[in-house]
């Protein structure tokens, strides 16, 4: 479809370059520039420095250049030329992957897996399910969504170790076949120690595809909301990038809110997205203003729309797994509608031994910039990994649900170059096994007539369902440390209703992000299900996010099929 404003945008470009060209041999007569631009350029703002008094950052109104004249009408057609979204187009891209198998206890019993604390694909869900429509099934990531919520697990961590363990074991909610495991790592108190002085980076996106107001202007909010929790000890400094990568604002104190705010309602959109230089040049402030033994981290805000420059997705991820390891970490923020590229994000996140967050709403900025800010930013376990061996003589077939993306090798595990996720302070990480009991009736593989495994595990450590390892290295380390703890065989409930509100309400929202993925396994689970569950074990709810998320299984069942007993 035409564009006529983008037309009218062409026009007034080649003019303006046009104006600046004397005629050639040939006689045309070129166009006096009074027809086409002022003779003048407006004052130009300089970066503020710390040295510079406050008249001299502002050079009075000039004659314009030649040259000058002839780069602004260039700026004009880049702009006017970069890609917009046609409307009614949905350009989102979500990687595709397959929900986790079935695994034979007796042939694989070796489970292992990257933790991960992003919670993007819970709120951009939400933001779907608001705006009237299913999420594309790639979207729902079953793990982003259980770990949305803090499941305020009791055991605190002791000595030096930085996390504690919680193990649960109870009954399925949607198969009366199979049992669930529940493993929990609660994060050590944010509160327990003094903040560290923070050296934050904001890389943000001010190219044209963000100027929506769900896009820059939530954005501009959200990065003030994270200024009003800063200190004097903290330094922040601001890169742009659009068809160009620069800095809007050097690194100055966390404490000089107005000068930060002012640099930040400065920021407008327009042009293409070299993302790309953006990155690079946002990790060389980053090591400009590095703070030993602080947090030094980028917080990428964009679409993740990269359309300029290096737009290969390996290409950009390596970029950021090479400069990780100058101790600098990347949070990615996702903004907007309609190009969102959901994939890179995540991708970017992963590799910046960072986080990924989805920014819906202002309260959602909140949440993850102010009220979980320090879980946000400061790490206090790096590289943490499980593994869960399950006993064949107590677990016949077992699957994980969720961390599709996560998933290692089992020699891995024990490999410190291997990468894997980052825990906060604070932070709580929730991970579910859906297992079926030896002997149950619910086994959906059949054994092997010729099964040289079947006598193992007979009698060793009979009273043991699985045995639970973990990995991780302090901030810094180069060796990882282990942690070790069986999970016992007695401990099981066989009543949901004896289990803990913790273990329903993340069932229910395991069940639910497996239902808008097409609930391949959980046979006759209705959102009616799902929703019975969750109100069952909603508990505390100091700021209302569970109560949200009934609302969000109301909506989803409306729109799949008119009522709560509907399925996709």
Partial sequence: MQNPFRHALIAVAVAATTACVPSGPSGGRAVPAAETLPSTLPARVEPERADAPAAAMIEPTRQASTRERVAAGQRAYADAMAPMPAPGIDRENYAHFDDNGWQVAAERPVSTFSIDVDTGSYSNVRRMLNAGRLPPMDAVRAEEMINYFDYAYDAQPSGDQPFSVTTETGPSPWNPHTRLLHVGIRGVDANAAPPKAANLVFLVDVSGSMSSPDKLDLLKAALKLLVGQLGIDDRISIVTYAGAAGVALEPVAGSEKARIRAAIDGLSAGGSTHGAAGIELAYAMARQGFVDGGINRIL?????????????????????????????????????????????????????????????????????????????????????????????????????????????????????????????????????????????????????????????????????????????????????????????????????????????????????????????????????????????????????????????????????????????
């Fill in 300 to 568: 990428l805000a964009t679409d993740g729309d990269f359309n300029v420059g290096t737009v290969n997705f390996g290409q950009l991820v390596d970029i950021v797994e090479r400069e990780r390891t100058h101790g600098v970490s990347l949070t990615t923020l996702g903004f907007g509608t309609g190009n969102y590229n959901d994939h890179l994000m995540e991708q970017l996140a992963d590799a910046g031994d960072g986080n990924h967050a989805y920014i819906d709403t202002l309260n959602e900025a909140r949440r993850v910039l102010v009220e979980q800010r320090r879980a946000t930013l400061e790490t206090i376990a790096a590289d943490v990994k499980i593994q869960v061996e399950f006993n064949p003589a107590a677990v016949a077939e077992y699957r994980l649900i969720g961390y599709e993306n996560r998933l290692l090798d089992r020699a891995d595990f024990n490999n410190d170059r291997v990468d894997a996720g980052e825990i906060g302070a604070g932070h709580t990480v929730t991970a579910l096994y859906e297992f079926v009991p030896a002997g149950s009736p619910g086994r959906l593989i059949d054994p092997l007539r010729y099964d040289a495994t079947a006598a193992r595990g007979k009698t060793a450590h009979a009273d043991e369902l699985a045995f639970l390892k973990l990995r991780y290295k302090t901030p810094g380390a180069a060796e990882s440390t282990l942690i070790t703890m069986p999970v016992p065989f007695g401990d099981m409930f066989d009543d949901l209703s004896l289990t803990t509100p913790r273990y329903r309400f993340s069932a229910a929202v395991a069940a639910f992000a497996q239902r808008l993925r097409g609930g391949e396994n959980l046979r006759d689970f209705t959102y009616a299900d799902v929703l019975e569950l969750a109100r069952g074990a909603r508990g505390d709810d100091p700021f209302g996010y569970r109560g949200e998320f009934l609302s969000l299984v109301a909506l989803a069942a409306s729109l799949g099929g008119g009522n709560l007993a509907a399925t996709r």
